[in-house]
């Protein structure tokens, strides 16, 4: 049941490897609001080609394999499944074409309705249960390719990010590129502040799911012997008592650092300088000019 800490997400782990480390947070910041931005409106080559980009750059980071293989393999896994459903299932109506006159007043004309169809399985029975037939067109095909590659591109790249970046550099960097709003009376020091308790607490939320679902597995619960409103009910039950318990948890936090004399900071006083790996400066370079390269090409061959 410690398979939420076999497959960690959105932990920093601390280590010397991978020059992905090296690299400036602000700079970090900047290529994964590429990779959530940059799918948007985009055509499937642009997306794909991100999927690759991704996956060769994690097997180049030099980090540990088993700091990021089993979250990878679990996301592909969950992309794969998500794509394969919007595939199959219907994305559109069937196009119908009606004529307006009789055709047969019309007999030199012929009317044809162009087919969409890319492949046509069926009719598929699973037993005694038709599922009918299960139509592959352009429209489906494009729905899971763009579902598919979505999913592992917003997730994994921030994944990259967090396992590489300590939560203290990451605020840091939020709350550099948010200065600015300060002029507008935005408290840019309590947000992070905030935020940097939220990145602290994520621990806290994996550990009570898995507390709950070890509950569970423990009495024997058997989903398919409840039926579907008592399963339902028990799902919501769960849901419910997960979000109680991390709100217990948040308040308790609250209530320590209160206790202990807490204050907002500003998020540079909570970097350690010491300990974190040197920040190379050609390598923030390189980065910076392939980060302003890959804006261009988006903009000139993101449509296709």
């Avoid at 994520?202 to 012997?225: D, G, Y």
């Avoid at 318990?245 to 308040?251: C, G, H, S």
């Avoid at 300990?275 to 061959?301: C, D, E, F």
């Amino acid at each position: 049941m410690d398979w939420l800490r076999q497959i960690p997400m959105g932990q920093y782990v601390d280590g010397p490897e991978g020059w992905l480390r090296r690299i400036d947070p602000r700079l970090k910041v900047g290529w994964s609001l590429l990779f959530l931005l940059s799918p948007v409106l985009a055509g499937p080559i642009w997306r794909t080609g991100l999927v690759v980009g991704l996956l060769v750059v994690t097997l180049l980071s030099g980090l540990p394999a088993r700091v990021w293989w089993r979250s990878c393999a679990v996301l592909i896994l969950l992309s794969i499944t998500v794509g394969l459903l919007s595939l199959l299932l219907p994305a559109v109506d069937p196009p119908m074409a009606f004529s307006l006159r009789d055709p047969a007043e019309l007999p030199d004309l012929t009317f044809e309705t162009p087919s969409w169809d890319l492949l046509r399985l069926g009719p598929v029975s699973l037993g005694s249960l038709s599922l009918g037939p299960l139509v592959i067109d352009r429209a489906s095909a494009l729905l899971g390719l763009r579902t598919s590659t979505l999913i592992f591109t917003v997730i994994h790249s921030v994944n990259l990010v967090l396992i590489t970046t300590p939560p203290e550099d990451l605020v840091w960097a939020l709350s550099w590129l948010l200065s600015p709003l300060r002029r507008l009376g935005v408290p840019v020091d309590r947000l992070s502040f905030q935020l940097l308790l939220a990145l602290r607490f994520l621990p806290l939320v994996q550990e009570e799911l898995q507390n709950l679902l070890r509950s569970l597995v423990s009495r024997a619960v058997s989903l398919r012997r409840l039926g579907f409103k008592a399963a339902f009910g028990l799902i919501l039950s769960v849901g419910e008592r997960l979000l109680a318990n991390i709100l217990l948890r948040a308040e308790q936090g609250a209530d320590a650092l209160v206790a202990r004399g807490g204050r907002v900071l500003p998020p540079g006083e909570f970097r350690f300088a010491s300990g974190q790996p040197h920040v190379a400066p050609w390598l923030n370079g390189i980065t910076s000019v392939v980060l302003v390269v890959m804006v261009g090409m988006r903009g000139k061959y993101g449509a296709y």
